[in-house]
């Protein structure tokens, strides 16, 4: 079976209506932020049709809600077929755990990465709760049910300029 997600924006003064469509078998969630939709994206475990040859599956997006054209596109190509991503938005910046490679990534809202982190097995991270005190919250499944789990990282915009 395929899934496809899509937004459909409508304005009540001049009675149009715009779609934005997201890629097949991904999960997505929102929020508006000065009049632009944020989108991140998900995939489904396992998605019927593997992940997306270039330019890849969108991650992260940030759209026009009078006109529904994209602003910013984050696309990633995976290379494994058995390669899942989970993706959070929060505080303007997204989190990107990619089993494909076994990292974190942190980007900010305009795809500027911020940090990124190795992590042994990060498919056993089922989901990310926050930001607290310059650490993400993060779920981790283990053999005795479900533990949170802090990981340190740079939180802030500004960071990003300590970044080489």
């Keep these: 079976m395929q899934v496809r997600e899509f937004y459909s924006i409508y304005n009540a003064v001049t ?3 715009v ?4 890629d097949w078998n991904t999960s997505s969630d929102f929020t508006i932020e000065q009049g632009v939709l944020v989108v ?22 940030r759209y026009d809600i009078t006109t529904g054209k994209p ?3 984050k696309r990633v ?3 494994n077929n058995e390669s899942f991503w989970r993706t959070k938005y929060d505080r303007q910046q997204l989190l990107l755990m990619d089993s494909d490679t076994s990292t974190m990534t942190q980007v900010d809202q305009k ?4 940090s990124s982190i190795e992590m042994e097995k990060v498919w056993t991270y089922s989901g990310f709760l926050g930001f ?23 939180t802030g915009i500004n960071d990003s300029e300590n970044i080489e």
Aim: glycine content about 12%.
């Design 71 to 73: 602003i910013y596109e």
């Design 132 to 154: 607290y005190q310059q650490n993400f919250i993060l779920t981790n499944r283990s053999k005795d049910g479900i533990i949170l789990e802090r990981i340190p990282v740079k």
């Design 15 to 17: 009675k149009k209506k």
């Design 77 to 79: 190509v995976f290379h």
């Design 19 to 22: 779609d934005i469509l997201m």
């Design 111 to 114: 795809g500027n990465v911020l």
């Design 40 to 61: 991140n994206n998900s995939s489904i475990t396992p998605g019927p049709g593997g992940p997306l040859p270039a330019p890849g599956n969108l991650v992260y997006g």
